[in-house]
């Protein structure tokens, strides 16, 4: 029998949003129904609102950063049971594209989502973003996508590890491979930004700075474990890193904005021979231009990383330990917890920068 769910949805690029209920078939082979609890209000929900990637796939389902608990599962799903706690994933790799068989599932081709059996009260099918969709009461996901953490951990900071903290932290250890003893800079301290600062902590990396344009957020990156802050307003932020790392740069620098600028400095407040990692998502049009002799001479290593590379089934029950054990520190993401009908204001907030994660949260 067909659900009734309620969710916050996007009809036309750039209007805002539209509360409303809509119409969830029953789970298909292999899909989860999912009652949603908390979800994190991330950038590129806003951005997928706005038509900032295109006009492509409206209406949709926004939210993509969720947890919840299993209702009802397909036929043939094993894993997760009814009654899991879950924390939803965007990517769940197939096991058969020329990435997973070759053993790289991290870089799958084609991560696996559910049929599309979501459709707003006019019978149009619903597009969740990132193949997910957790601004609503329920949604319907592969079984892959839905991976169990223990129940007794708090939804909003579990919803957290969905997307942004699982991209920084995972940048952090995977796509950089940070080394004990080592110098990090990270421009763009959001959620994300913050995560590649916790990422690098847990690492062992000994300076970590932090560089935003505003102090606020500066103040918060130094809670997740910035040794140095650096506000880009106060002078040329390449110049003001290179004379905290004794005139070399540092050994990591990530760009988690998705600006030219922040891009270029990225690359050139490195050491000789370190590694940039891009993780902010870029606009449409935006060029790209570069001094190519002065990259070529610092060599080292220039990366996009997409959720962290990370492997879900293998680091979100990671990052949950680590969050117990108060090794992480997900409470100070969690600036604010919301209702759904406020899901508008929350991107306000967002967009002046008052909040790392505004969280929907559901009736429990
Ligand atoms: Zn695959
Ligand atoms: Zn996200």
Redesign the pocket.
């Known amino acids: 029998m067909p659900i009734t769910a309620r969710g916050a949805i996007a009809r036309t690029p750039g209007a805002p949003v539209s509360i409303e209920e809509f119409t969830i078939d029953d789970p298909g082979p292999n899909e989860v129904l999912v009652r949603i609890l908390a979800s994190g209000v ?3 929900d806003f951005g997928v609102k706005d038509g900032h990637y295109g006009s492509e796939g409206f209406p949709f389902l926004l939210g ?2 969720g947890a919840g608990v299993v209702e009802a599962v397909g036929p043939g799903v094993q894993r997760p049971q009814v009654g899991d706690h879950v924390i939803l994933a965007w990517r769940a790799p197939c096991g058969s594209c020329r990435f997973c068989l070759a053993g790289k599932p991290n870089f799958c081709s084609a991560s696996l989502n559910a049929e599309k059996r979501m459709r707003i009260l006019d019978g149009e099918v619903l597009n969740p973003v990132l193949g997910i969709g957790t601004f609503c009461t329920h949604t319907l996901v592969h079984a892959g996508q839905a991976i169990p953490y223990p129940a007794e951990l708090p939804p909003a900071q579990m919803a957290l590890i969905g ?2 903290v699982m ?1 920084g932290v995972g940048a952090a250890l995977y796509a950089a491979d940070v080394q004990p003893g080592t110098s990090v800079a990270v421009f763009g301290c959001g959620g994300v930004g913050d995560s590649v600062i916790q990422g690098a902590r847990l690492a062992g990396a000994t300076t970590i700075i932090a560089v935003d344009v505003d102090p606020r957020k500066l103040e918060w990156a130094k809670e997740f474990g910035a040794t140095h802050l650096v506000n880009a307003r106060d002078g040329d932020p390449v110049e003001q890193i290179k004379a905290l790392t004794g005139g070399n740069g540092v050994n990591y620098s990530f760009e988690a904005v998705g600006s030219a600028k922040t891009w270029e400095q990225a690359l050139f407040c490195r050491d000789l021979a370190g590694t940039c990692v891009i993780i902010g998502v870029p606009g449409q049009s935006e060029p790209l231009q570069l001094p190519m002799q002065r990259f070529f001479d610092l060599g080292g290593i220039v990366r996009v990383s997409w959720y962290g590379d990370c492997l879900p089934t293998r680091d979100f029950p990671m990052l949950a330990e680590w969050y117990r054990q108060g090794q992480l520190n997900l409470d100070t993401v969690v600036t604010r917890t919301i209702t759904l009908e406020e899901t508008e204001d929350a991107f306000a907030a967002m967009n002046r920068g008052e909040t790392l994660r505004s969280v929907i949260m559901f009736e429990a």
Request: proline share 0%; aromatic share 0%.
């Open positions: 991330c950038h590129t993509h950063e997307c942004g991209t």
